[in-house]
């Protein structure tokens, strides 16, 4: 491709409150469920990114913005 890029987007579709959602069946989802609902209260408390996935070590954070998205 010869040219640079000028637009890229992103969609998302069939979102859903957590409420509606199922429970999940077997107890490694249960796990896992919990583990992502604990890191979540802990960037809730702390900010953001305050504790992440280890799969995201060494690569470039984008932190939201009101106005677009910023790196870390």
Known sequence: WPYSVRFAGVWISLLTRKKYLPRPLFL??????????????????????TIYPATLINQTIIRPEVNGYTKL
């Open 28 to 49: 490694n989802d249960q796990k896992q469920e919990r583990i992502l609902q604990t890191m979540d209260q802990i960037n809730k408390t702390y900010g953001d990114y």
